[in-house]
C-alpha cells in the first residue's frame, strides 16, 4: 500500500504528506486575503444550475420540479429519449415543444454572474467552465475566449447535415421554437439543432482541451452552484494542483472525498472539515449571498451592485422594446416548474467517459 501511495504521489501529486498551506484561514476572509495578494494570478470558476436559479431558470434535475413527469403528453417511450440524440433526428418535435413550454421569459443574469464579470475586468479569471446552457454568461459580458460551454450552449446552433452544418443564431431559433415549426435548415432542409449537448453526443473538444492547459496554473478554483454530480465536469475539482484552494459556494457541501480513494490516503476530493483540511473552504448558501460576501470582503460590493443595476436596467430598457414590437416571448409561466438549464447525463452516456476519483458516485 506503501509503495503504490508513493507511486502516486510521485506521479499524480496525490496524498503528498505535506502540501503547502496557502490560505492563512480556512476562511471566506481566508479566500479574500489570498485574492489580493500577488500569488493569486489565474481563478478557474465551475459553475452549475445553481448560480441560475434566481434567475428563475430551475435545474430540472432537482426533486420536485417535475420535468419528467410533465413528459407524458409527448409519448415518448421513456423520458430521457426526449434529450437523446438519435431519438431527437427521428423525432424532433417533443424537444422543441418542451423547449418552447420552458423558454425563459428574459435573459437576465444573476450577482453571481457579474460577479465572474467582475474577475474578469479585474484581470483575474482565467476561465469559467459552466455547466448551464442557458447563455446568461455571455449576457453578463463574458467573450467566447473566457467560458468553456462544457454541455453546449443555446446560443448558436447548427444543421445537422454532415455536409451542411450551416449556423444559426438564438433569435433565429427563437422565432422557429415559438412558431411551433421544427427547425429546418433553409440551404439543405436539414433539422438545426441547438449546439447542447445531447444525450449519446461527446462534450466539446474545446472542454478537452482547455483542462489540460488551465488546470496546470489556477491559483484559486471557485466552485458555485453545482453538487458536481455529472461526469466528466465533477472530476475537475481533483485536476487542480495539490496546493490550489478550492472555495464552494452551494447551498450544502458536495465534492468530498470518495471513501475508498480516502482510505488509500488519497485526498482527491474536497476537504472541508477534516483535520488533514489545508485549502478548501465551504461557503453555504445562495451563489448571489455568498459572491456578494466575497465582493464585500474584497472591496468590491459597490462596484458589483452598480454594475448589477446598470446591465439589469439596459436588459430591462431593451426587452420593454421588444415587447413594445411584439417581439418577446411571453414571461415565464407560473405552471412551468422546470428548465433546461443544464442537459441531463446519466450513467453510461458519452458525457462520463471519465470517472476520476474524487467525484461523488450517483
Ligand atoms: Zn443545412
Not at 71 to 83: H, K, R, V
Not at 346 to 353: D, L, M
Request: one cysteine or more; a negative charge; glycine letters at 8%.
Amino acid at each position: 500500500m506503501d509503495f503504490l501511495r508513493n507511486l502516486l504521489s510521485r506521479t499524480l501529486g496525490l496524498g503528498r504528506e505535506k502540501p503547502e498551506k496557502v490560505l492563512d484561514e480556512l476562511t471566506l476572509d481566508g479566500v479574500s486575503r489570498f485574492m489580493q495578494s500577488e500569488k493569486c494570478r489565474n481563478v478557474v470558476c465551475i459553475v452549475g444550475a445553481g448560480i441560475s436559479t434566481s434567475a428563475g431558470i430551475p435545474d430540472f434535475r432537482s426533486p420536485g420540479t417535475g420535468l419528467y413527469a410533465n413528459l407524458q403528453s409527448y409519448n415518448l417511450p421513456y423520458p430521457e429519449a426526449i434529450f437523446e440524440i438519435n431519438y431527437f433526428k427521428q423525432h424532433p418535435e417533443p424537444f422543441f415543444a418542451l423547449a418552447r413550454e420552458l423558454y425563459p421569459g428574459q435573459f437576465k443574469p444573476t450577482v453571481c454572474h457579474y460577479f465572474i464579470r467582475l474577475l474578469k475586468e479585474k484581470g483575474l479569471l482565467l476561465r469559467c467552465y459552466t455547466q448551464n446552457i442557458d447563455t446568461l454568461e455571455r449576457v453578463a459580458g463574458l467573450d467566447q475566449e473566457d467560458l468553456v460551454e462544457a454541455h453546449g450552449t443555446f446560443f448558436t446552433s447548427h444543421c445537422l447535415g454532415s455536409s451542411c452544418k450551416k449556423q444559426y443564431t438564438l433569435d433565429w431559433m427563437k422565432e422557429k421554437i415559438f412558431s411551433t415549426v421544427t427547425p429546418k435548415c433553409d440551404k439543405c432542409q436539414s433539422l438545426v439543432k441547438p449546439d447542447i449537448v445531447f444525450f449519446g453526443e461527446s462534450l466539446p473538444p474545446r472542454f478537452f482541451t482547455l483542462m489540460q492547459s488551465d488546470f496546470q496554473k489556477v491559483d484559486l478554483l471557485i466552485i458555485m452552484g453545482t453538487s458536481l454530480q455529472v461526469q466528466p465536469f465533477a472530476s475537475l475539482v481533483s485536476r487542480v494542483p495539490t496546493n490550489t484552494p478550492r472555495l464552494l459556494i452551494n447551498k450544502e457541501k458536495t465534492g468530498q472525498s470518495d471513501p475508498f480513494m480516502s482510505l488509500m490516503g488519497l485526498s482527491t476530493g474536497m476537504d472541508f472539515d477534516s483535520e488533514k483540511a489545508y485549502r478548501d473552504v465551504a461557503w453555504l448558501g445562495e451563489c448571489d449571498e455568498g459572491c456578494t460576501a466575497l465582493a464585500d470582503l474584497l472591496g468590491w460590493k459597490n462596484e458589483l451592485e452598480e454594475l448589477v443595476k446598470k446591465e439589469h436596467s439596459a436588459i430591462d430598457a431593451k426587452s420593454g422594446q421588444a415587447g413594445e414590437a411584439g417581439a418577446s416571448p411571453s414571461p415565464p409561466r407560473a405552471g412551468a416548474t422546470a428548465s433546461l438549464s443544464t442537459p441531463p447525463a446519466k450513467p453510461g452516456s458519452s458525457t462520463q467517459k471519465e470517472s476520476d476519483a474524487g467525484s461523488k458516485a450517483e
